[in-house]
T-cell receptor, first 115, second 114 residues
């Protein structure tokens, strides 16, 4: 069974630009979560989508947004990029239904560098 | 609020010696708990999970963890470290009634000396 696929793997953008990252979850998984990983802050939860609805959101500014499509694929968008947005962005997929079903499978991540 | 605390930011062991990575969780209930491993420039791989069945959980690559409710701990152990175990390890809790949200500890970097 194919794992979680994130594209692209690496991105370099300029301050002020916007970027879209993509995540294809494991077949049958309806929950997709996004995390930002930086050396200083560790892993921080961005948001989670389940059946095309945002079910939970972390403490990030409105420049960070996401969406999920009917096939469960998800995208996240960051507008007006800042240097501090440089990070590894990880996508996780899970069944997402009921407690104890949050076992998540992670993609390889997208390394975003803002210059 | 729920939280996960990894008590050591860095642990160094010699190859062939035991590994102990410590984790405490804070929750008013017994959540599902996980240990993930991350090798450099890679995503996270699930090592093992606790979901209120047996308190001693066995995972991949010889790792195991014991859930102790009285101590709110979920420490990760391995009897004999291998060079390939060098990586960052994350103790993770599911968020209570928070959908698929996971709560991560700050991570423990494990170094293995030859």
């Amino acid at each position: 069974k194919a794992g979680v696929t994130q594209t692209p793997r690496y991105l370099i953008k300029t301050r002020g630009q916007q970027v879209t990252l993509s995540c294809s979850p494991i077949s049958g998984h309806r929950s997709v979560s996004w995390y930002q990983q930086t050396p200083g802050q560790g892993l921080q939860f961005l948001f989670e989508y389940f059946s095309e609805t945002q079910r939970n959101k972390g403490n990030f500014p409105g420049r960070f947004s996401g969406r999920q499509f009917s096939n469960s694929r998800s995208e996240m968008n960051v507008s007006t990029l800042e240097l501090g947005d440089s990070a590894l962005y990880l996508c996780a997929s899970s069944l997402g239904v009921g407690m104890g079903n949050t076992e998540a499978f992670f993609g390889q991540g997208t390394r975003l560098t803002v210059v | 609020a729920q939280s996960v605390t990894q008590l050591d930011s860095h642990v160094s062991v010699s190859e062939g010696t035991p590994v102990l990575l410590r984790c405490n969780y804070s929750s008013s209930y017994s959540p599902s708990l996980f240990w993930y491993v991350q090798h450099p420039n890679k995503g996270l791989q699930l090592l093992l999970k606790y979901t209120s069945a047996a308190t001693l959980v066995k995972g991949i690559n010889g790792f195991e963890a014991e859930f102790k409710k009285s101590e709110t701990s979920f420490h990760l152990t391995k009897p004999s470290a291998h060079m390939s175990d060098a990586a960052e390890y994350f103790c993770v809790s599911e968020g209570y009634n928070q959908g698929g949200k996971l709560i991560f500890g700050q991570g423990t970097e494990l170094s293995v000396k030859p």
